[in-house]
Structures are given as C-alpha cells and as structure tokens.
C-alpha cells in the first residue's frame, strides 16, 4: 500500500506540474517527453508545497490533502481545455545515433544508481533536522506547521526561518502515506536529481545544436561526489541540489529565451525564478542575480517593458514569506550574525581566513574531483561561441 499511496503522490505533483507547463507552452514548444517530466516535475514541487501552505490557512488534515489532490488533478484537464488543443501531444524523438544511444543508457543507468544509493543512505543532518522535522511537524498537526514550533529557543536549530519547498513536498508524501515516514522522504531526492540531469542535457544539446553534448554533460554529473554521493549530495536530502536544479533550469531557460527570441523559454524562465525564495533562503541570492539576467535580456533584446512583470512573483514570494515569519514571531538562529555593516566591519579581518577555506574546498578533488575543470571547459567553450556579444 505505502508504494501505491507514493505513487499516487507522485502522480499528483507531476499532473499539477504538467498542468502549468500546459498553459506555459504550447505543443510544438513544449519539448520532449524526458524535458516535460523534469519540467513538471520541478513546477509541480513548487505548486504543491506552495498549495499546502497557503490552504493551509483555511484548511487542515483530509479535507486539505483532498482539496489540493482535486486541484492537481484538475488543473492539467483545465489547461487543457483552455488551450483548446483537440490532444495532448509530445515532441517526437528522432532515431539516435549510436553514440547518442550509448550516453542516453548511461545516463538512464546512473539515474537508477542514485535512486538505489538514496534507498540505501540515510538522511543527513541538514535532511533530518532542516526539513524533514518541519514535515513531521506539519503532518502531526493537520498539514500546518504549529506556531509554537516557530517560537520554540529550543528548535532554533532547525532553521524555523527556512521556506518550505521542500518540507512541504516530503509533508505531501506523508498525507498520502498516512504517517511520517522518513525512509519514503528521500524518494524526492533521487526525482530531482533526475530532473536535473534532463534538463543539463535538454539545456546543453539545445544551446549547443549537438544532443552527444547534453548528454555527456549530465552523465559526468555522475562523477561528481560532492552532487551524487558526499555529504550534502542529492541523496541525502539537503535542499542545496534541489536549489541548483532550479537555478539550471532558471538560467538555462533564460540562455534559450535569449538567443532565439523564443517567448515560451521565458515564462519557464519566470516561473522557475519565482520558485527560487521558495527552496531555501539562500535561494533569494540567486534570485537576485537570475533577476538581473532576466532585466539584462529584456534591455539587450528591447523587450517590451511588461516582460519586467515576470521578476514579480518571486518578489512575491520572498515578500509574503517574511510577513508569514514576522506575524509568527519566529526564533532566529543563532547560526548567523545579522546582516549589517557594524557586522561586516567587526569581521572584516575575517576575509583572509574565509577566503583560504573557500579555495581549499573547492581544490579538494575528493568531493569535486574534475567539476572545475570541467566548469573552465565549458566557459571557455561560451566565451568563444558567444564572445561577440550580439550573437545573443
């Protein structure tokens, strides 16, 4: 039964996120069946966890959970009928060449290695005592997280501060399982590692005109520790990868939108940007940055003015997620000093320091092995494909 009802969470997720990529794209844009999955997927982790928490001001418990299901389902259907599209089609796939087919089961078979490398790993600290302990909050208390746990010194360690992308999405699993069960949690982080190793292989094949590139690019993710099997790898439940997900498909989106003026690759650009808040605090950086890119392209391109509206919602977001925390009173952590420059200028003599960790994590080939390398390979590689800058 615990499959089947996790099945069933799954299915929801992705009906509601096809759902949004349905009134997003129409079929000939819409990419291939491997694309939408990921695609839905990550739309459908954000509908979902955002889904939870705002119902969950006016609802709790099965009528919640049954609400909502309702919603995922009938939202691809209605999609579907607003668009007036008479089926449902995909992309059709072109023979692969063998090379092509060759890194295609690869990438298949690492995939199905980090879904058995999760099942075996246990969450980690951050997974536990971050995410999952909001989840198992909520889930005891009707699928609303209590206001005592925001106001408690004693969960200050938990980060009560953190959004709720991902807590919320392991919090629907649980409404479907029935309890809290952390062994069916980490099934979400396999499915985002999944979608993003589509997406760098959507992504590069698309920017680059050649698909053996894309899928080599995602298959070396694989050989990655410190993304597929060290502390803080995505099978071991921290939000980091996810947010890294989201902010591939966000940039990776944006890189399309510019070079071929297509409208389509924009609105996933806006809808992936908007979710970025939603992940994890720090995602609020990326946003930022992503956001300039996104105003930097409407210049560049002479985009009509009303494009700016799409940096909106994650402003939104970001907005209504702090009124949320002011109105509970939450504990800060005591993890981080306050942003200030009384603060800056106390620690300034702290750079040196900071700056010699920061360079020996990322010189240490053991988590990293040849991601760097691989990183100046492929920015050399966009600097001389794009060096004049009106080819964008």
Request: charged residues 10%; positive net charge.
């Amino acid at each position: 039964m615990n499959v089947i009802a996790l099945l069933a969470a799954f299915a929801t997720i992705l009906s509601a996120g096809f759902g949004a990529l349905l009134l997003l794209m129409p079929d000939s844009r819409r990419g291939n069946f491997a694309e939408q999955f990921a695609l839905s997927w990550l739309c459908g982790t954000g509908i979902v966890s955002l889904f939870l928490w705002t119902f969950g001001f006016f609802v709790r418990g099965a009528l919640l959970a049954g609400f909502i299901a309702i919603v995922c389902i009938a939202l691809p259907l209605t999609a579907w009928k607003l668009t007036g599209q008479s089926a449902i089609h995909f992309q059709s796939v072109r023979w692969l060449r063998p090379i092509e087919f060759l890194l295609a089961a690869l990438l298949a078979l690492e995939i199905a290695l980090i879904f058995y490398l999760a099942y075996v790993h246990t969450l980690g600290w951050d997974g536990l005592w971050n995410w999952e302990i909001k989840a198992r909050y909520a889930y005891s208390n009707g699928g609303v997280l209590p206001v005592a746990y925001f106001q408690s010194e004693g969960r200050s360690f938990s980060h009560p501060a953190y959004p709720l992308a991902i807590p919320f999405t392991e919090l629907w699993l649980y409404l479907w399982l029935g309890e809290a069960n952390q062994f069916w949690a980490k099934t979400i982080f396999p499915m985002f590692y999944a979608a993003g190793a589509i997406l760098l292989a959507a992504l590069s094949a698309r920017l680059t005109g050649r698909t053996w590139i894309g899928l080599i690019a995602a298959s070396l993710l694989f050989f990655v520790p410190q993304i597929a099997t060290e502390g803080g790898s995505a099978i071991v439940g921290y939000a980091d990868f996810p947010l890294s997900v989201f902010y591939l498909a966000t940039i990776g989106y944006l890189l399309c939108a510019c070079r071929s003026d297509d409208e389509h690759s924009f609105r996933i650009y806006a809808v992936c940007l908007a979710l970025l808040p939603w992940v994890k605090l720090e995602g609020m950086i990326l946003w930022f940055i992503a956001a300039l890119c996104g105003a930097l392209v409407i210049w560049r391109k002479k985009k009509s003015s009303a494009h700016l509206f799409a940096l909106l919602p994650g402003l939104f977001v970001i907005i209504a997620w702090h009124l949320y925390l002011s109105q509970m009173h939450v504990v800060s952590s005591s993890d981080f000093l306050p942003v200030s420059f009384a603060t800056f200028q106390a620690n300034i003599h702290r750079l040196g320091p900071i700056l010699s960790a920061f360079f020996s994590e990322v010189a240490d080939t053991k988590k990293w092995s040849l991601f760097w390398l691989l990183v100046a390979i492929g920015s050399g590689y966009f600097v001389q494909r794009y060096r004049d800058a009106r080819s964008l």
